[in-house]
């Protein structure tokens, strides 16, 4: 069985490698490419330049800033996200109480429900989902402050996307809600595969909520939220990061560099101030931070399969 | 077969094998959709069509069987105003084609042209995809405008086309030394915008000095009214009153050495007082509260509902915000207050300059023709056709006879009447994107205005800010002439 194995898998594969080669691994090697020189992105006349770019892109303060703050998303965001939706998941398939006549393994009331709201916020563009929290995040007539008049909170008042201390964390917010839904769906996909003995078993054996997520769902799950947190982690790098910095915050990328993001600086660089070099060059760095970031999660995440 | 992990024989499992290529998929796809967006390309350029004779109908030369391919940024002036002109051009020239295309989208359709060295022939560089002026003029992408300006005007034989300009143009078009490579369409006038009738219900005239100015915040904010508002999000609108008023102060020179990005420019007297007079509006709390979180729009909204008084802002607010601002509003334009008695320019003195850049580029194939067209549209009848359509003035001298012009237009033309040659025309925001925008407007005065940084603390680091750029060898710099 094993001869002609491999044969068998590049015969299936050429097709898929070749456009993979050419629309994924050739621009790679081009921008790499562009990243040494001084191309500006308006002129088709550039020369070489060396490691110049890189160099600038070491003392380059908004660099290291951007870079900064792609790496807190790429922490925080799977953390929370990710968090929020196993928890989620496991309320509406676990964690409810038995009722009677019911099956053993169910979730809480209305969970059906529950499970389309929270898919909701998928169905909406990043674009707009980004826009309407522009909207809720004015201090002046936004949802957010005119709530907190309404309780009587007149003295809470904060500017939100305005405040440097809070801009960050209100990008965040938004991009936990646009994608936690999605999760959601995903983890419950993943528990109805798990068979419900197991959890009859642990029922039996006098387990609590809390244990039986620990010691069963999450284990169980764990290829699943392996892949969730390297697809959210460049979800937080890339293009949904820029969309909600570039629609959403001061400047955009503020206030005080407070918000910026590497994809946004690349965009700048290249779009704004025609330095398309300079932007290839920081590509490269995110590029790395990304190969970094896949890397570390698929080596923590490495664990023996189990097999049901 | 069927197996699943490879630990059980040696080979490559089915389901690492998918595992991993899907894992490499994704991992590239943040950082390559990004870099793959801009690809340069060879080529050597068109062929240029030939000229044509040169008449008194035809001073430029063109070739009345070429094809004359215009593009325009397709904005808040929409692109009426283009099309018309377009007729004259076809209506002038039976025989050539001509190409009409408006886009929002400038400089992701043009930059591949550009790189392929097939440009149009005449383009309205302008919104957010805007091509860096600097770096086109940097890498010789531009046609020299001259023999446009030292035409013949389209409507007075005897009067050349830069005779028929408004003050200002002609310079803005310039980078370092004589060649024009820009010619801005539309004329802005920058300023502290207000309601007239908002002003008469508190009994009281545009104030000149800081103090009458301050006094009339103090009253505003006895009625419960705001004194000033501004695009928090985009703090790069305060310059829009502040820089006309750090020239009134101070003199021309001043500002001149901020765009020179000279050592030391922002350590000048005048500026320290008109930014200490503008974070005075802070701590006297005559700020619209909320305001550091409000986009350009928003702030717009909140001032035409008479939550606060004045706005820095440009001429474009009356059509952008048309539909919030009450019909019997009675918008307003003034000149910014000063200090008092002793500033270097008097009252009236305001910030007023070129918009829409249009360009020809040098590779077009047909540049005689783009610039023909642009001759078309700087003749009195395109020109009102502009200013009657679209609510703004135009770079031609005039053109305002014979129209009902919109109250806030009408303000205007007014205070440019009043400002006579003292029109300031500060340049950091054509020269230096970055710097004006993100720096100095964001990083800097956004930050002051919050009440986040004294104007001491503003001053040095805006000044950091401008060494900085005057040092970065990777922008090309500009100065005065």
């Known amino acids: 069985m094993q001869h002609g194995k491999y044969r068998f898998i590049v015969g299936f594969l050429a097709l898929p490698l070749a456009l993979y080669a050419l629309f994924v691994v050739w621009p790679f090697i081009q921008s790499i490419y562009y990243s040494f020189t001084d191309w500006t992105g308006l002129s088709p006349d550039f020369k070489m330049v060396g490691f110049d770019n890189y160099k600038r892109m070491l003392d380059d303060e908004i660099f290291w800033k951007s870079l900064q703050h792609s790496l807190l998303f790429a922490l925080v965001l799977p953390v929370v996200t990710l968090s929020l939706a196993l928890f989620f998941a496991f309320m509406i398939n676990v964690g409810g109480r038995r009722r009677k006549g019911g099956p053993v393994i169910t979730g809480v009331r209305g969970s059906g429900f529950y499970k389309i709201v929270y898919f909701f916020p998928q169905v909406l563009s990043i674009a707009i989902v980004a826009l309407l929290f522009a909207f809720a995040y004015n201090p002046d007539s936004g949802a957010i402050n005119s709530l907190l008049r309404g309780l009587g909170l007149d003295s809470l008042q904060p500017l939100w996307l305005g405040d440097p201390n809070l801009a960050l964390w209100c990008v965040m917010a938004v991009l936990v809600w646009s994608q936690v839904g999605f999760f959601v769906v995903l983890f419950s996909a993943g528990m109805a595969s798990i068979p419900a003995d197991l959890y009859e078993a642990a029922l039996l054996d006098g387990a609590s909520r809390f244990t039986t997520f620990f010691r069963i769902t999450l284990p169980l799950l764990w290829d699943t939220v392996q892949s969730g947190w390297v697809y959210m982690g460049i979800l937080a790098l890339g293009a949904e990061s820029f969309a909600v910095v570039q629609i959403m915050t001061t400047g955009p990328g503020g206030p005080d560099y407070s918000t910026t993001v590497m994809v946004l600086y690349v965009y700048q660089k290249a779009f704004r101030d025609g330095q398309a070099a300079y932007a290839t060059t920081i590509g490269v760095a995110l590029l790395l931070v990304t190969l970094a970031f896949a890397a570390v999660v698929m080596r923590l995440g490495r664990r023996e399969r189990l097999e049901f | ?481």
């Not at chain 2, 390309?41 to 001073?59: E, I, L």
């Not at chain 2, 886009?103 to 560089?125: A, E, V, Y």
């Not at chain 2, 830069?162 to 803005?172: A, F, K, N």
């Open chain 2, 1 to 481: 077969m069927g197996s699943t992990s490879a630990a059980r024989h040696g080979g490559v499992g089915r389901r690492d094998l998918i595992k991993r290529s899907a894992a490499l998929g994704l991992i590239s796809v943040p950082a390559m959709s990004l870099l793959s967006a801009c690809a340069s390309g060879g080529g050597d350029g068109q062929d240029k069509a030939k000229a044509g004779k040169k008449t008194a109908k035809n001073p430029l030369g063109v070739n009345d069987t070429a094809q004359m391919e215009f593009v325009l940024f397709d904005g808040g002036f929409g692109k009426e105003y283009a099309e018309d002109a377009t007729k004259i051009y076809q209506k002038n020239f039976p025989k050539a084609k001509v190409k009409f295309a408006a886009t929002q989208k400038i400089q992701s359709t043009l930059q591949p042209r550009f790189n392929q060295g097939n440009p149009p022939d005449l383009i309205d560089n302008s919104g957010a995809e805007q091509m860096d002026m600097g770096v086109l003029v940097g890498k010789n992408q531009l046609a020299d405008l001259t023999p446009l300006l030292d035409a013949p005007s389209y409507d007075d034989p005897q009067k050349k086309v830069r005779d028929t300009l408004r003050p200002g143009i002609v310079e803005m078009g310039q980078f370092d030394g004589d060649p024009v490579w820009i010619l801005y369409y539309a004329y802005t006038v920058y300023g502290v915008w207000y309601s007239q009738k908002a002003l008469e219900s508190l009994d009281a005239t545009y104030p000149e000095t800081w103090d009458q100015m301050l006094a009339l915040c103090e009253k505003a904010k006895k009625k419960g009214m705001a004194g000033w508002t501004y695009a928090g999000k985009y703090p790069y609108y305060l310059p829009f009153s502040l820089y006309p008023m750090i020239g009134k102060v101070g003199g021309r020179q001043v500002l001149d050495a901020i765009d020179n990005l000279e050592p030391n420019a922002w350590k000048h007297p005048a500026v320290k007082a008109c930014l200490e007079a503008y974070y005075e509006l802070y701590q006297k709390g005559y700020i619209l509260k909320g305001t550091p979180g409000l986009d350009h729009i928003q702030s717009q909204t909140a001032w035409a509902k008479g939550k606060a008084l004045f706005i820095p802002n440009g001429s474009w607010v009356e059509n952008e915000s048309a539909n919030v601002i009450p019909v019997d509003f009675d918008l307003a334009v003034s000149a910014p207050s000063g200090l008092d008695g002793s500033d270097k320019m008097p009252f009236g003195t305001i910030w007023a300059s070129g918009g829409e850049p249009f360009i020809v580029p040098a590779k077009a194939a047909n540049a005689a023709g783009g610039m023909e067209q642009l001759r078309i549209m700087l003749s009195e009848a395109s020109s009102k056709n502009f200013t009657a359509k679209v609510k703004s003035l135009t770079a031609y001298n005039g053109g305002t006879d014979g129209i009902d012009l919109t109250p806030g237009l009408k303000s205007g033309v007014a205070a440019l009447d009043k400002a006579g040659s003292n029109v300031l025309n500060p340049r950091l925001q054509d020269w230096y994107v970055q710097l004006q925008k993100e720096k100095i407007g964001v990083a800097g005065l956004g930050e002051m205005m919050a009440g986040r940084a004294t104007p001491a603390e503003t001053i040095k680091k805006i000044q950091g800010f401008a060494d900085e750029a005057a040092k970065d060898t990777s922008i090309k710099h500009y100065k005065h002439q």
